[in-house]
């Protein structure tokens, strides 16, 4: 089965707290995911690579540890990954950069694909997926179902809440593939909605409800 980390930062936990209040407005909300992903992304990033170059500093010469392999992508499920890919970028600015649009049927909760665009060299990179809702994880495992046929191989799984039912969903579909969530919430409501959760996450970031 796949690993789960539960990024339990308490920055990480406060801000989502601030999220998840129903007063909280777009520009906050969208603000707040940013402030997020970049301790998520800090931690997703652990384990890169490191290879040594030798530099010169002001004072001396010496061997610096730089980023070795080829660039990470960061693969953003429409919509509301882009809520996580801005500070995934500023921590990452080289990456390159992958969207799969999906939305939900509101009632099958089936993802339907409207867009696929992603480099085309995934083989030997890092492919990070980012969607804040693993919620029945159908959207989740369909992007790493593509990104795998786009021959993506190391694939990593970021979200900000996740549904036990969605988890379990998504390590049985992807077992290799380790996902980071700030939070495991309780369940998911008769319309697939994570709760407590933060409500429609593409819809607050957006303001469009
Ligand atoms: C939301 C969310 C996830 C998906 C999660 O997207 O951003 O992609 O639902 O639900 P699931 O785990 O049950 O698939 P939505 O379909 O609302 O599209 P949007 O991001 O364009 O608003
Ligand atoms: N998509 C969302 O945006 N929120 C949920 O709670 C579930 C799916």
Known sequence: MSQ???VDHPLIQHKLSLMRRKETGTARFRSLLREISLLLGYEVTRDLGLETR???TPLATMDAPVLSGRKPVL???LRAGNGLL???????????????GLYRDPETLIAVE???KVPEDLEDRLVIVLDPMLATANSAIAAVERAREASARHIKMVCLIAAPEGLEAFRA??????VYTAA???????????V?????AGDRLYGTR
């Open 196 to 200: 407590p959760g933060i409500g429609d």
């Open 54 to 56: 030798p530099i010169e």
């Open 86 to 100: 801005d500070g995934m970028l500023d921590l990452i600015p080289s990456a390159r950069v992958g969207y799969v």
């Open 75 to 77: 693969i953003s499920v």
């Open 4 to 6: 789960v980390t539960v």
């Open 173 to 178: 579909a992807h077992p290799d593939v380790h």
């Open 114 to 116: 409207y867009y696929f």
């Open 184 to 194: 495991i919430d309780e369940r998911l409501d008769d319309h697939g909605y994570i």
